[in-house]
């Protein structure tokens, strides 16, 4: 018998594509087949409602609400649970990760535990480049030319500078999104394939493998990050990195959502096809005889619902209700669907699944275990901990910013409950949420109480957790998120 091996897949910034596929086309075509042997997760709620604190949660099984990656100093920047690389290494297995998001590292705590991280992938790179177009004044300049061209009464000298800007972006973000795309990483991917190969014995080790795919997470720009080759550049394919930052122009200047929707399925079907690869590439190596294999994401995406374009600050349904599948393999082939739990869990729950698939191979029965899992950490919860969204600084600029604030979203079948609260964790109060769901008094309770014990309990000194505030501030302020 083969080496039991386990490997995860994040498609940054994925909602469910079911509403934008098109009569006989869909816009994942690989997946919409390949899901038939699968479970199919109708009832995952991200643990947060942007990258890091979803990524500690899947991976370590923390609380999205402990890691304070928005408020520096308050409490813990790393999870205290060891993550599932970690676990995974004590049985025995070995491990690599290839993540195209730069927030997504192991000097973040958000992929920690890793024996390999991006071996031959220099996604940090754009990484860098990110920070220096940040920090340079481009998103700013961005911005300052973009607000005037959407006004109602725009003249010919903000078009011409709005399509100047706009053209020296996206030839910016088109070079920074290339060192991070799916096709780079996937090289990288061969090269550690090819590495492994030459060495027979690391065949029989158990293997954990984790990858984040970005083409999902703007920008949407042609012929890259899933604008199709030769399409004609729309309002979707706007050259920033956080569509958020430009909201209040987005809604003011009346933009509308169908360019993003184009430009977001384009996105959609080209990490399909990238998906379609990674699965090829595990199949000739052999690394599906005998294996589970996850495919899911990190977080939604609005795109003009509720006033709002972007990810991170509010906890609506399409940031927080995403995608998941599980295959099981065995011999090379899936074993065949099995029902979906029929409880919303989310990225806390999800770990303690992925850690049942430990390395000796064991049975694991998969609604059990979300179940116990259920039982121990409490009900599905989706947090956002931070300030409110805002136009992007720039060099000699500070753009005005509202106090932070806490978000916790509990959900339990078709109730639910958002609590706001201050980031010391008073004038906790019902937040509106527009869902179909029904809003539950038990749960407000059951989020408050957890937002009061976190105040206390962020109140008290970590050693070590100051260590990695500039690094991360850094990195947050250039995907637009302080």
Not at 67 to 81: C, D, I, L, N
Not at 446 to 457: D, K, M
Request: hydrophobic residues 40%.
């Amino acid at each position: 018998m083969p080496a039991r091996n386990l490997v995860v897949v994040v498609a940054d910034t994925w909602r469910d594509q079911r509403p934008f596929d098109r009569p006989g086309a869909p816009s994942m075509p690989f997946l919409d087949a390949f899901s038939r042997d699968a479970m199919t997760f109708d009832r995952l709620l991200a643990s947060s409602s942007w990258t890091a604190p979803s990524h500690v949660s899947l991976l370590s099984g923390a609380p999205p609400w402990e890691t304070h990656f928005h408020v520096p100093g308050a409490g813990p920047r790393s999870p205290r649970a060891e993550s599932l690389a970690d676990k995974w290494g004590k049985a025995g297995g070995v491990s690599a990760a290839f993540s195209a998001n730069f927030l997504v590292a192991p000097s973040l705590g958000t992929a920690t535990g890793y024996t390999r991280y991006n071996p031959g992938f220099r996604a940090g790179m754009a990484g860098y480049l990110q920070l220096v177009a940040t920090f340079g004044g481009y998103e700013r300049r961005l911005y300052e030319a973009f607000a005037p061209r959407m006004a109602p009464d725009a003249g010919a000298l903000a078009r011409v500078r709005d399509s100047a800007t706009r053209w020296g972006g996206t030839g910016l973000y088109k070079s920074i999104n290339a060192m991070r795309s799916g096709d780079m990483l996937l090289r990288a991917f061969r090269k550690f394939l090819r590495q492994r190969s030459m060495n027979a014995d690391r065949r029989n080790v158990p293997l954990h493998l984790f990858f984040n795919l970005a083409e999902p997470h703007e920008p949407y720009l042609v012929g890259q990050n899933g604008g199709a080759s030769g399409s004609r550049a729309t309002t979707g394919h706007l050259p920033t990195i956080n569509f958020a930052r430009f909201n209040d122009a987005l809604v003011g200047g009346h933009t509308s959502p169908a360019p993003f929707f184009d430009a977001y399925r384009e996105s959609l079907t080209a990490v399909d096809t990238h998906f379609h690869t990674l699965v090829d590439l595990l199949k000739r190596d052999g690394i599906l005889d005998n294996a589970t294999l996850v495919f899911l994401s990190d977080h939604g995406q609005n795109l003009g619902e509720h006033g709002f374009y972007g990810h991170g600050f509010y906890l609506y349904d399409e940031l927080v209700k995403i995608p998941a599948y599980l295959w099981e393999f065995q011999d090379g082939k899936p074993v065949g669907n099995t029902a979906p739990p029929d409880e919303w869990v989310d990225h806390r729950h999800m770990n303690d699944l992925l850690c049942a698939f430990t390395a000796d191979g064991a049975a694991v029965d998969l609604h059990d275990t979300l179940r116990a899992s259920l039982d121990r950490k409490g009900p599905a919860s989706s947090f956002y901990e931070g300030p409110g969204p805002r136009a992007p600084d720039g060099m000699l600029v500070k753009a005005p910013r509202s106090a932070p604030y806490r978000l916790l979203r509990v959900q339990r079948g078709n109730e639910v409950a958002l609590v706001r609260s201050d980031v010391k964790g008073g004038n906790i109060e019902p937040a509106p949420l527009d869902s179909p769901d029904k809003l539950s008094r038990e749960l407000f309770d059951i989020g408050r109480r957890l937002l009061q014990y976190e105040a206390v309990h962020a109140a008290t000194p970590v050693p070590g957790a100051e260590g990695m505030d500039a690094q991360v501030d850094a990195r947050l302020k250039s995907w637009g998120y302080d």
